[in-house]
């Protein structure tokens, strides 16, 4: 057996099942007696709900019943719950109005749920859908944030002013104000973080079931099945915990879209108490377009106050929040907590103030999506740092350098209530400069316009934070206290452990990390570790997987509970070996008495705790099981640089990346290989969002972007082969070490890669361009400059 503990590059324990497709997903999950749902949305943005005649459907061939959200409300179910407070400037609450689980009196968007229909067959369900008679009053609708604002805008909830959720704001605007007033230079730049579908490559599902005893379990597709179970059994359902199970099976890509708590989870757990039958929704492509939560939707302005030298003196920015129809489970604290609490990035900018406004409109519900808030931040700030050296004539390398916060500067207290750790974002900014040979790139730039083609280059050197600690920022900002993660870990009489964790894998390779950090502290191999999670019925609690946290948070868990297991097990070793517990040392899978040859194995400790001999029970009670609990102090906050190189055709204006390189410190790295696929996946999604996706809405708020055929995803031969680099300045304040790994890819990516777009562009008179920058956009960018550059 070689190495296999922390650092060690093994192959992810859960492929072997995968590749063999013998996954288990809740699609793939069917229960005796199961009938099938299929839920009727809406098909227009904004209209009265006046009536649904259900009589048809209802008598349709297969049906067993056909559900309004008048039903629902006449059970006493209620509303889908978010799970985020945000206090106006003024101290006042945010609004947040109903979000039924099926539509009550008005439907707000395409894909608002109105009516779900029950049969044996799901192409039943499906065809009696179509018989239902629905009463529409069509009203105005708004899509953009910046329309819904205006005067006299369509109001998508009646008792929302002018579709205002909240008006927050962080930072001290006075020392931003007089900042200003003394800057030799102030540099402005507006911009929109374009709107994005998840896309995650398994649709949701959702089984709900009732048994004789009213005991319900339900079956989803979810990042985090205990608060799942919180949210829907107290607020929507109000089913006692102890009643309700909530099973997260194999689950194909989240990226943050299933996080939330979806009124479909609600639907089919209600309706199975109804009809005390399984009843089972599987989404189909076209729905996930209009039912899954979206991401990002940010236009902002931001200006940058600097003095003669470039030393950057303040920053100030607005932002609206496009949050949609309704608020998403955690939709309120993206553009807040996680965006704009890290706009200082890598920069000892002394004043911030940002201002965020968060606008209902009528589109499907915006919440985090890989990264949520951080990557809007790092592109807002990466930006603007090339903006900068463009209007001003600095070098864009060296302004960086001379505004980086310095590494013996850490801890590191931000404007903006964020307290950073440790970092060194010196050596990642020339270790990524020497991959791509940044020096060497003018060479490039000649060579490619003597084949006909424009060559730029971008960097982006971001900063995000990981972990979701609140109660790192509860003093600034009055958050809520941290969100913990719990471990359980058995060790059973063989010496094989199992590990039952709240965190949550949906392709992240935790079964495979975790062992590794159990397999490095006992001494033993990740063959004898098993992983367990997604089942409330069998971890304890847990506040499952997002933001990057697994590790940080759940992997500090795991460590804490193995602590207890060691420690109990010196006690059992000093008993065998007639020592005292004090002398007992453990390291390499043996407890050995110290300065002695004596010792017992960790599997010879771990019969004995089960299997006791001549044993003082009275003393130590039998078995080796640990439970413990870890909340975060801090977040986490990794950094890093990434350079992009793209060559366009000026003849068609189509871009290319032709080389990316990512160097990242991520703090501790456990499994070098996992890494490199993290930062690969969010690569892929940083230059997709850059360069082709866009979920477009006309003025109304009607999806045009509602398929493949519209919303383009990036492909293979979109993609260069990526350099992954990593370094390493561990975390201070967890006991791996470890920063996170699973968003710094499409963090640090769309900058890199818009201001390489920029860069190529820099002789037609371009100074930005909003993602996505598609072929048409900068096709017609060369052609309105083409006379220009021909006379030159």
């Known amino acids: 057996m070689g190495f296999e503990g922390i650092g060690a590059a093994v192959k992810r324990k859960e492929d072997a099942r995968f590749l063999a497709g013998r996954g288990n997903y809740v699609d793939d999950i069917n229960r005796p007696g199961q009938v099938y749902a299929y839920i009727k949305r809406s098909d227009r943005p904004h209209a009265r709900l006046k009536g649904i005649d259900t009589r048809k459907a209802a008598a349709a061939p297969g049906v067993l019943a056909v559900y309004t959200g008048a039903d629902l409300a006449a059970d006493g179910v209620g509303g889908l719950p978010c799970g985020w407070q945000i206090h106006n400037k003024d101290g006042s609450p945010m609004a947040e109005p109903p979000h039924p689980v099926l539509a009550v009196g008005k439907v707000r968007h395409v894909g608002d749920p109105v009516a779900v229909v029950i049969a044996e067959t799901k192409q039943q369900a499906k ?20 329309d819904a604002i205006k005067p006299g805008a369509p109001l998508v909830h009646d008792d929302v002013p002018g579709n205002i959720c909240y008006d927050w704001h962080i930072g001290d605007k006075a020392a931003v104000d007089a900042a200003f007033a003394r800057a030799k230079h102030v540099v402005k730049l507006e911009l929109t973080n374009n709107r994005l579908v998840p896309n995650a490559m398994e649709p949701r599902a959702a089984i709900g079931e009732c048994d004789v005893t009213g005991n319900y379990t339900l079956y989803t597709t979810s990042q985090n099945p205990h608060v799942i179970r919180l949210l829907m059994g107290a607020f929507v359902l109000h089913i006692p915990e102890h009643q309700l199970r909530v099973i997260a ?81 955690f939709a309120t604290s993206i553009p807040t907590y996680l965006y704009a609490t890290l706009l200082a990035g890598v920069y000892k900018t002394p004043a911030i103030y940002a201002e965020v406004k968060a606008v209902f409109t009528n589109t499907v519900p915006v919440d985090a999506y890989r990264g949520a808030g951080r990557p809007e931040a790092a592109y807002l700030l990466e930006r603007l740092v090339d903006v900068i050296a463009h209007d001003l004539g600095f070098d864009r390398i060296e302004l960086r350098r001379k505004n980086f916060i310095p590494p013996d500067a850490f801890p590191y207290q931000t404007p903006v209530a964020l307290q950073y750790d440790s970092g060194n974002y010196q050596v990642t900014l020339e270790k990524a400069l ?20 424009l060559r730029g280059i971008g960097v982006s050197t971001y900063l995000e934070a990981c972990g979701i600690a609140p109660s790192a920022v509860a003093g600034a900002l009055g958050a809520r206290a941290g969100l913990y993660e719990v471990a359980n870990v058995r060790v059973n009489p063989t010496g094989d452990v199992t590990v039952f964790t709240g965190a949550h894998s949906h392709g992240q390779g935790h079964e495979t990390t ?56 010196k006690r059992i070793a000093a008993h065998l070996l007639e020592a005292s517990v004090d002398d007992i040392e453990f390291k390499d899978g043996k407890f050995t008495v110290a300065g002695t040859d004596k ?97 477009v809405y006309d003025s109304q708020g009607q999806l045009l972007s509602g398929s493949y055929m519209d919303y383009v995803m990036p492909r293979a031969d979109n993609l260069p082969s990526i350099h992954v680099g990593t370094e390493s300045t561990l975390c201070t304040h967890n006991p791996l070490g470890v920063k996170g790994v699973g968003e710094v890819g499409a963090i640090g990516s769309p900058p890199a890669v818009i201001n390489a777009i920029v860069d190529a562009l820099r002789d037609y008179g371009v100074r930005h361009i909003d993602m996505p920058a598609t072929a048409e956009k900068i096709w017609s960018i060369i052609q309105a400059h083409q006379p220009r550059m021909a006379a030159e």
């Open 127 to 146: 065809d009696a859908a179509e018989l239902l008679e629905i009463d529409y009053e069509d009203l105005p609708g708004v899509a953009a944030s910046t």
């Open 249 to 329: 099976p194999d689950v194909g890509g989240g990226f943050g879209s299933k996080i939330y708590h979806y009124a479909e989870e609600a639907i089919v757990t209600w309706a199975a108490g109804k009809l005390r039958r399984p009843v089972k929704w599987t989404a189909e492509r076209s729905e996930s377009f209009i039912s899954d939560a979206q991401g990002r939707d940010h236009v902002t302005t931001a200006e940058m106050a600097l003095d003669e030298q470039g030393n950057f003196l303040a920053l100030r920015v607005s932002t609206l929040a496009n949050m949609g129809a309704y608020l998403s489970t």
């Open 434 to 453: 020497q991959a791509a040979d940044f020096a060497g790139f003018e060479e490039r730039r000649r060579q490619a316009r003597a084949r006909g083609k």
């Open 514 to 569: 975790f062992a590794q950090v159990v397999a490095e502290r006992l001494g033993i191999s990740i063959a004898q570790v098993d992983v367990v999670h997604g089942d409330t019925g069998r971890i304890p609690f847990g506040m499952g997987t997002y933001g990057s946290r697994s590790l940080a948070v759940g992997g500090s868990a795991i460590v804490k509970a193995l602590d207890k297991i060691i420690a109990k097990g």
């Open 599 to 695: 010792s017992k194995t960790f599997a010879e400790i771990a019969l004995t705790a089960y299997v006791p001999h001549n044993y003082p029970i009275e003393e130590l009670e039998p078995g080796l099981e640990e439970t413990a609990f870890y909340d975060p102090k801090n977040f986490t906050f990794p950094g890093g640089c990434h350079v992009c190189e793209v060559e366009i055709d000026i003849e068609t204006g189509t871009p290319k990346v032709v080389n990316f390189v990512a160097v990242d410190d991520i703090g501790r790295v456990i499994n070098p290989m996992i890494v490199e696929g993290q930062v690969h996946g969010g690569v892929a999604q940083g230059i997709g969002q850059a360069l082709l996706e866009h979920a």
